[in-house]
């Protein structure tokens, strides 16, 4: 099976971006989360992806 980068629809709290990203990379969603919310570029860098990613 292929890997690909994709909005989740089970691991989400807003847009399951975070929760997609995590299960790409294969690490925690929490921590994909954390790195969001400190990097300075991270809510815009959200909404962009929420837009443009593809949903589960």
Known sequence: MEKRLHRSKTDKWIA???G???EYLG???ALVRI???ISG???V???IAALIMPEE
């Open 16 to 18: 399951g971006v975070c």
């Open 20 to 22: 997609g990203i995590a």
């Open 27 to 29: 690490i925690s969603s």
């Open 35 to 37: 790195l969001v919310v």
């Open 41 to 43: 570029i991270g809510i």
């Open 45 to 47: 860098a959200y909404l």
